[in-house]
């Protein structure tokens, strides 16, 4: 007679998932674990990390896209094993870019004709695409003044407070002074008049804003170029202007089709965009353009004969995906001009009912314009019972994330909220947002009048004791106010609060 035995799994497999042994550790901080694990661990492991992360949807201090369509999401899927850099391989991905860089180019009146190739590139966002544009500017500067037999050893572009950090870490990366136009209170983006007045013989660009970071204001880049031109006439200089239009690049030609801030204004020689804002795309897509080859000096170009063929390379890092390029050209097929006009008409409207909203609460200023970028940036009339940073926070609770931060100098003591409206925040979500605004504002005017302002004065308390001072009980709570915004300036990167 046969006998059979059965050999019964061993105990991990008899175990569910939390109950295994790879959930009843801590998990390796600093050291690369000594063995695997089982895929099905591994990944509920991280899945389950990552629930602590805040929901893309609700983070409204971004203005990258965090919604596509589920077909645009199957082309990233089956495309995000392509490396861009391997153009011969990939050459459709290449020609796909290259439609992107002509369709771009022509947005902004670029000129050039319906059949010529545009001079641009496709980069990791606005950040490389500033870094690139920047140092186009820096060579050619140097060289006109290598020709001229003049020093070229201190450049500098002018600029307002308001730009983002990516333009401070340009010029601290590649050597170039900042020499940046201040804010004053009532007034958020970077005077046109006083800008020029910086302009000197080193000055390699001035750089205009088209949607500023800070409130969404589109600077006046038409003004700039007037003032520039009868300067540069003056002095014989032909100082440029760069457009940093990473948020309103794609939203200006749509909404704002009279508004002459592109190419349409001779002294601007490129414009950055970021495809993953209002183009529409996730995370990892920006692009630059040139008016023409000759604003883009054949030096910066390299060729690479290695992967296949000849290819042509003017980027600051070497391989990249290529899902989000195709993802961006899907965007442009499948929208068209009215497509992307319909969803930013969309979005200013969900804004002006968001803005409205918080208006009729009564206890809020909207510093935010009603043409740029589509968002509300506001601040409390009176901050002496709480603050922003304490409404950020109790929003919170409700899955809202909604920054809070302090205007650059020389408006440092304006602190503000700003709410970036995008395509998958809805007219519903808009009104939900505003009830959750009343009621975190109607639980902090519940408060009894001397809790509040003891908090305020309790923290400032700490903030003097941090410094080994004492605090003099007799300021004002406006006084207070902005010695805590001030606090807060000081312990942080001036250009890190509204970042994207």
């Known amino acids: 007679m046969v006998v059979t035995t059965t050999i019964s799994d061993s105990d991990e497999h008899l175990r569910s998932t939390f109950a295994s042994r790879y959930v009843r550790t801590s998990l390796p901080r600093f050291k690369i674990p000594c063995g695997p694990m089982p895929k099905e661990a591994a990944y509920q492991i991280v899945k389950d990390e990552l629930m602590l992360d805040g929901n893309p949807r609700l983070n409204l201090a971004s203005f990258v896209t965090t919604w596509m369509e589920p077909e645009c999401d199957k082309l990233i899927m089956a495309s995000i094993n392509k490396n861009y850099v391997d153009m011969d391989e990939y050459p459709v991905t290449t020609e796909l870019q290259n439609r992107c860089v002509n369709m771009i180019a022509h947005l902004f009146h670029a000129p050039v004709g319906d059949d010529e190739t545009a001079v641009g590139v496709g980069t990791v966002g606005s950040s490389e695409a500033i870094m690139l544009a920047g140092l186009a500017f820096k060579r050619k500067w140097q060289a006109k003044r290598k020709a001229q037999g003049k020093p070229y050893d201190k450049p500098n572009i002018v600029t307002g407070a308001n730009v983002q950090v990516c333009w401070e870490k340009f010029a601290r990366y590649f050597e170039v002074e900042l020499k940046e136009v201040k804010l004053r209170e009532g007034y958020y983006v970077m005077d046109p008049a006083k800008a020029v007045e910086m302009v000197d ?50 939203i200006a030609p749509f909404l704002c089709q009279e508004l002459e801030w592109d190419f349409r204004l001779p002294l601007v020689k490129s414009i950055n965009v970021s495809g993953h804002k209002y183009g529409l795309v996730y995370a990892g897509v920006g692009w630059v353009v040139w ?10 170009v390299f060729h690479i004969n290695y992967l296949g063929s000849d ?34 008409e969309n979005c200013m409207e969900n804004a002006r009912l968001l803005k409205e909203g918080i208006t009729k609460t009564g206890h809020f200023e909207i510093l935010s314009k009603d043409i740029g970028v589509p968002l509300v940036a506001f601040s409390l009339k009176d901050s002496s019972r709480y603050t922003v940073f304490q409404i950020s926070e109790s929003l919170r609770r409700f899955g809202w994330i909604v920054p809070a931060y302090t205007m650059p100098p020389n408006a440092e003591h304006i602190v503000v909220l700003r709410i970036v409206i995008r395509e998958d925040f809805s007219h519903t979500l808009a009104e939900r947002l505003v009830f959750d605004i009343e009621k975190v504002v109607k639980e902090f005017d519940e408060l009894p ?10 923290t400032l308390d700490n903030l ?37």
């Not at 008016?291 to 910066?300: C, F, Q």
């Not at 890092?317 to 961006?328: L, V, W, Y």
């Not at 004791?465 to 312990?491: F, H, P, T, V």
Request: net charge neutral; proline share 3%.
């Open 201 to 250: 013989e080193n000055t390699i660009c001035v750089a205009a804003i088209l949607g500023s970071t800070l409130t969404g204001e589109f600077e006046d880049v038409k003004l700039l170029n007037e003032l520039l031109t009868k300067k540069n006439k003056e002095t014989g200089w032909d100082t440029p202007i760069h457009v940093d239009a990473a948020s309103g690049g794609f």
């Open 311 to 344: 290819q042509p390379t003017f980027t600051l890092n070497f391989s990249k995906g290529s899902c989000q390029i195709i993802a961006q050209y899907y965007q442009f097929i499948r929208l068209g001009f009215e497509g992307y006009k319909n969803i930013m």
């Open 464 to 500: 003097h004791r941090d410094k080994g001072d004492s605090l003099n009980m007799q300021k004002s709570i406006a006084e207070s106010q902005k010695e805590i915004c001030s606090y807060w300036r000081r312990i942080s990167d001036k250009k890190t609060s509204g970042v994207c």
């Open 449 to 458: 009048p001397h809790a509040s302002v003891k908090t305020a004065h309790v």
């Open 291 to 300: 008016r023409s080859k000759e604003d883009l000096p054949e030096e910066l």
